[in-house]
């Protein structure tokens, strides 16, 4: 099945006519056949549709009355007008122009006017696997048979109970995936965050190894090294000399000292437009009252985190989401150009996404659910 698709225009080279390694890793796509969080949980209300696009791809994600999430292909059965226009009805998704209703497994469910003596049509769309985790709201746009082996990424650290705090961000990026990895793995931009110090301009990378699907990495540098941070990271619990990295395809992560975490999950929703979710977690102890020998109250260090998220994480993302929308347009302008760059971690990841790409998962995979299953009754 083939689903139409909003490409944006660009100038630079295709992957067929790219010449250097630079060049095809701005021409690749990510591959459909794994977990992407599209949205939180929390802006899907009971009853609510949502557009989400997955390279191009549009889709309809939508929770249903029994407060289960779905995804449905953008389009209704009849004359493709797009569903995220329409209405949830029960466990269905109407369509606003003559309101045939679409079941979670895509087919149509009801349709509310006169059937002139003939059946309702069995014309289907594709409906995709969903699940939620973490706050998120996850869907499986590739090959369906993988959506069981592969699982949403397990992030224990983040299960109840276990007494990390963590916040989670999103941001648009106006660039290619491939040009956030790069930036988020690639320390070498120190100079960008020189006001708030994420990470020192001495950052050395220790550690390179190039693994079947990831790339693992280290720096050694102070990290949180900024002055309101490092007054609240609790020195003796906490080591912040280096950092370890790995981006595993499609996923990035980095852990300090094993107390500070982070991922960053990225979907690539056209080619030069890249959404990301990051999540921050941060152990029990991480934090202390400035010059006190005092342990920080879990509830504290929540209102902390979130402060600091704030004040100091999303403005060091801001910065990023500017620099990479910058280069991207002048990538558009300059692809042509020589790219001098001298972190041998941006060869490493370039080939990853280069090696795991192939040009046939640019169109999703509708997993084509056989029965959708609605029960009367919320799940939660
Ligand atoms: S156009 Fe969607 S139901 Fe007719
Ligand atoms: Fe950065």
Same mark, same amino acid.
């Given at each position: $099945?083939?689903?139409? !698709?909003?490409?944006?225009?660009?100038? #630079?080279?295709? *992957?067929?006519?790219?010449?250097?390694?630079?060049?095809?890793?701005?021409?690749?796509?990510?591959?459909?056949?794994?977990?992407?969080?599209?949205? +939180?949980?929390?802006? *899907?209300?009971?009853?609510?549709?949502?557009?989400?696009? &997955?390279?191009?791809?549009?889709?309809?994600?939508?929770?249903?009355?029994?407060?289960?999430? +779905?995804?449905?292909?953008?389009?209704?059965?009849?004359?493709?007008?797009? *569903?995220?226009?329409? !209405?949830?009805?029960?466990?269905?998704?109407?369509?606003?122009?003559?309101?045939?209703?679409?079941?979670?497994?895509? =087919?149509?469910?009801?349709?509310? %006017?006169?059937?002139?003596?003939?059946?309702?049509?069995?014309?289907?769309?594709?409906?995709?696997?969903?699940?939620?985790?973490?706050?998120?709201?996850?869907?499986?746009?590739?090959?369906?048979?993988? #959506?069981?082996?592969?699982?949403?990424?397990?992030?224990?650290? @983040?299960?109840?109970?276990?007494?990390?705090?963590?916040?989670?961000?999103?941001?648009?990026?106006?660039? =290619? %995936?491939?040009?956030?990895?790069?930036?988020?793995?690639? &320390?070498?931009?120190?100079?960008?965050?020189?006001?708030?110090? /994420?990470?020192?301009?001495?950052?050395?990378?220790?550690?390179?190894?190039?693994?079947?699907?990831?790339?693992?990495?280290?720096?050694?540098?102070?990290?949180?090294?900024?002055?309101?941070?490092? @007054?609240?990271?609790?020195?003796?619990?906490?080591?912040?000399?280096?950092?370890?990295?790995?981006?595993?395809?499609?996923?990035?992560?980095?852990?300090?000292?094993? !107390?500070?975490?982070?991922?960053?999950?990225?979907?690539?929703?056209?080619?030069?437009?890249?959404?990301?979710?990051?999540?921050?977690?941060?152990?029990?102890?991480?934090?202390?009252? /400035?010059?006190?020998?005092?342990? $920080?109250?879990?509830?504290?260090?929540?209102?902390?985190?979130?402060?600091?998220?704030?004040?100091?994480?999303?403005?060091?993302?801001?910065?990023?989401?500017?620099?990479?929308? *910058?280069?991207?347009?002048?990538?558009?302008? %300059?692809?042509?150009?020589?790219?001098?760059?001298?972190?041998?971690?941006?060869?490493?990841?370039?080939?990853?996404?280069?090696?795991?790409?192939? /040009?046939?998962?640019?169109?999703?995979?509708?997993? %084509?659910?056989?029965?959708?299953?609605?029960?009367?009754?919320?799940?939660?």
């Amino acid at each position: $099945m083939t689903i139409e !698709k909003s490409r944006a225009t660009r100038s #630079a080279p295709s *992957l067929d006519d790219a010449r250097t390694r630079h060049q095809r890793a701005r021409a690749v796509g990510l591959s459909p056949d794994y977990w992407y969080p599209v949205l +939180r949980s929390r802006d *899907l209300r009971a009853g609510k549709v949502r557009e989400v696009q &997955f390279q191009g791809s549009s889709l309809a994600v939508y929770r249903g009355s029994d407060d289960k999430v +779905r995804v449905l292909e953008n389009r209704c059965a009849h004359r493709q007008l797009k *569903l995220s226009d329409g !209405k949830v009805d029960g466990c269905a998704l109407r369509c606003m122009y003559h309101g045939w209703a679409h079941d979670g497994s895509g =087919h149509i469910s009801d349709v509310p %006017h006169d059937l002139f003596g003939r059946a309702i049509p069995r014309t289907k769309i594709g409906s995709f696997p969903a699940t939620e985790r973490y706050g998120l709201v996850w869907i499986f746009p590739g090959a369906p048979e993988l #959506a069981l082996e592969r699982s949403v990424p397990d992030l224990v650290e @983040l299960e109840p109970g276990n007494g990390w705090t963590h916040v989670v961000n999103s941001f648009v990026f106006d660039c =290619h %995936h491939s040009v956030l990895m790069e930036n988020v793995c690639d &320390f070498s931009h120190a100079y960008l965050h020189r006001k708030f110090a /994420p990470f020192g301009p001495d950052a050395k990378l220790t550690r390179l190894e190039r693994e079947t699907d990831r790339v693992l990495l280290a720096y050694q540098t102070k990290v949180a090294g900024g002055r309101v941070s490092s @007054l609240f990271l609790n020195g003796p619990e906490v080591d912040t000399q280096a950092i370890e990295m790995a981006y595993e395809y499609p996923y990035q992560r980095t852990d300090t000292g094993g !107390k500070i975490l982070e991922w960053c999950f990225p979907v690539p929703v056209n080619d030069t437009t890249t959404l990301a979710f990051f999540i921050f977690a941060f152990a029990p102890n991480t934090f202390r009252f /400035p010059l006190l020998p005092i342990k $920080m109250p879990s509830r504290l260090a929540d209102g902390l985190t979130r402060i600091g998220n704030v004040a100091g994480i999303r403005r060091v993302l801001e910065q990023d989401v500017r620099a990479v929308a *910058l280069e991207q347009s002048a990538y558009e302008q %300059h692809y042509a150009k020589p790219v001098p760059d001298l972190n041998p971690a941006v060869r490493e990841i370039q080939d990853l996404m280069i090696d795991k790409w192939q /040009p046939a998962q640019l169109d999703v995979r509708p997993a %084509h659910l056989a029965v959708d299953n609605c029960s009367p009754h919320p799940q939660r």
